[in-house]
C-alpha cells in the first residue's frame, strides 16, 4: 500500500517532490522513519499554496493515513559548503 | 549552547556540510525538530568515512549530547522532478 501511494504520488505532476528515496542511514538515528521526499521551492508562499492546493490536500489525507509516522520539515537553506 | 555548536560545526572543514536552516514549516508536522543540516556525498563509502572519522566522532559526540532529539537519515536520491 505505501509503495503504491509512493509511485501515485510521483506520478501527480503537481507535486513539487524533487528526490525521493530509502533511508540507508549506518548511524541507527532514523527513528524508524524509512522514506524521504524532498522538495525545493522558489519561495515560502510557493511553499503555502502547493500545502494548499486541493490535490495536495486530498493526496496527504491519503498518504497520511496509511502512514505510522510523518515529519515534516520546511527550510530557508544556508549555504554552508559548495 | 545550541547555537554556538551549530557555529562550530560549520567552521569544521572536515563536515560535509552542505546547507542548514531552521525549521518554517507551517503544516505542524515537524514533531519538535528546530533545525536541518543537509550534505552530500559522492558514494555510500563516503558517507560511512565521514562517520567514521575522529573529527565527526568527536564533534558529533559534543552535538548529541546537547541536543533533546536527534534524527539521521541518509538516502540515494531517486531524482522525481527537475
Known amino acids: 500500500m505505501i509503495a503504491e501511494l509512493i509511485r501515485s504520488c ?3 505532476e503537481l507535486l513539487a517532490v ?3 528515496g530509502k533511508n540507508v542511514s549506518i548511524e541507527n538515528l532514523h527513528q ?3 522514506h524521504i521526499f524532498e522538495s525545493t521551492f522558489e519561495s515560502t508562499e510557493g511553499v503555502a499554496e502547493y500545502v494548499a492546493h486541493p490535490a495536495h ?3 496527504a489525507n491519503l498518504f497520511l493515513a496509511n502512514l505510522e ?4 520539515i520546511d527550510y530557508k537553506p544556508t549555504t554552508v559548503r559548495v
Open 10 to 12: 510521483c506520478g501527480l
Open 18 to 20: 524533487k528526490y525521493k
Open 32 to 34: 524508524g522513519f524509512t
Open 69 to 72: 509516522k510523518v515529519l515534516v
Open 57 to 59: 490536500v486530498e493526496y
